[in-house]
């Protein structure tokens, strides 16, 4: 069995073109996810049905990536990152290639399905970071990776509808598969080759990670405060393309698509809120990003009149919140800095359920109550998870590793 990683062996693997090809890396995994949402009307047309009927297969991609999330982030704990994250590029690659040929709107959904399982790459790439980062610079590697995973999340569809309108659907996935390809074949001789492997098999180390949540009140505070913002989060990006489509504004879709270039903010402010992490500590970093979160959602409320105003207020929204992304995952990250993924792979789990109830919920609820109320609502949720954040149950150095040990 090979020896654990020094803190010299972790600076000497992960150089800084190894970080930013995390980045990228993640950004493309993460992207994966979403190229077809612009392109719903097309694969419409091509596969002779409506609308919906794609809509609800593309629905399958958040299942699968929840899926990948609790299944295949903890194996970077047990596999060297240069073998299982270019197998599950591969894996990419392979459903990618099959979603481009798909002939039903049946067999749509599971292909979707497997490339949301493969999208979670981001995530363990996230592990990667906490486990091989040099511990004084954790927090900066991961927010240098986390910026990935958010610039996927806009580049996805971007990039998609710009490659259907161009060259279709069909071929705009197999250029996702090559991208993949070439990334699983850099992947293999770029990451890291190994370091100890978590104790346990891998069935304990699934069938362990609920138990997590009882036994580490840091993870239970992280995965809690998580979930609030992100269901703020996709709560008023929900909100905002219903609000923006009905009058008065009656803006296109396309129109409404403009609006996430704001979200560019965000992906800068995770490169910084690494480096202010390292420096001051998460807890400060958090408080910040959720006060300048705050401040932004209550100013949307009554400003979505004025384009500008919106957009910076979006912008800064974006910011906080990926700020707090970042230091709180790094927090998570260090519960125990051999064998992050499990921690992660728990973290993330609750930490998506949010953002997917915000998502289902900011879609209906301005027509329920109103945009006004939604931004309200939103900001109470980003309040809470300040206070969650302001009053955390004290640990000991003892406790943590005695739950540590009991947790293997």
Not at 138 to 144: D, E, M, N, P, S
Not at 172 to 192: D, G, H, N, Q
């Amino acid at each position: 069995m090979e020896t654990e990683l020094t803190t010299d062996d972790r600076s000497t693997v992960l150089r800084a073109p190894v970080v930013w090809f995390m980045a990228l890396a993640a950004a493309l995994g993460t992207a994966s996810l979403y190229p077809l949402h612009p392109a719903i009307a097309e694969v419409a047309d091509s596969l002779h049905t409506s609308p919906a009927v794609i809509g609800t297969a593309l629905a399958c991609g958040p299942i699968g990536y929840l899926v990948g999330l609790a299944l295949l982030v903890p194996l970077v704990d047990r596999f060297a990152p240069r073998i299982v994250v270019p197998a599950q590029f591969g894996s990419l690659t392979v459903t990618l290639a099959a979603g481009a040929v798909v002939g039903s709107p049946w067999l749509l959904g599971p292909v979707v399905a497997a490339i949301g399982a493969g999208s979670a790459v981001g995530a363990q790439l996230s592990a990667v970071a906490g486990r091989f980062a040099e511990p004084r610079r954790q927090a900066t590697v991961l927010g240098v990776v986390t910026a990935g995973i958010s610039a996927g999340i806009l580049a996805g569809r971007i990039v998609g509808g710009w490659l259907t309108d161009s060259i279709g659907w069909r071929a705009m996935l197999l250029v996702f598969a090559v991208a993949c390809a070439a990334v699983a074949s850099i992947a293999r001789f770029a990451l890291p080759a190994g370091g100890k492997p978590a104790a346990g098999s891998y069935l304990a180390t699934l069938r362990g990670i609920p138990g997590l949540f009882t036994r580490f009140p840091v993870l239970r505070s992280a995965a809690g405060r998580g979930a609030l913002w992100f269901f703020a989060f996709c709560a008023v990006w929900a909100g905002l393309a219903v609000a923006l489509s009905q009058p008065p504004f009656s803006y296109s879709p396309e129109r409404i698509g403009l609006y996430a270039f704001a979200g560019l903010l965000g992906v800068v402010a995770t490169r910084i809120a690494g480096i202010w992490t390292d420096r001051v500590g998460a807890r400060r970093v958090l408080l910040v990003g959720l006060a300048l979160a705050f401040a932004a959602v209550a100013a949307l409320g009554s400003g979505l009149s004025h384009a500008v105003l919106t957009l910076v207020c979006l912008g800064l929204f974006d910011a906080g919140l990926f700020a707090a992304q970042v230091a709180n995952q790094s927090t998570v990250l260090a519960l125990d800095p051999a064998a992050p993924a499990r921690f992660n792979s728990a973290y993330m789990v609750v930490y998506f359920i949010g953002g997917s109830l915000g998502t289902a919920f900011g879609a209906a609820a301005v027509g329920w109550f109103g945009w006004l109320a939604l931004t309200t609502l939103s900001a109470g949720a980003i309040a809470l998870a300040a206070a969650v954040t302001l009053y955390p149950r004290p640990r000991t150095g003892h406790q943590q590793a005695t739950d540590l040990a009991h947790s293997r």
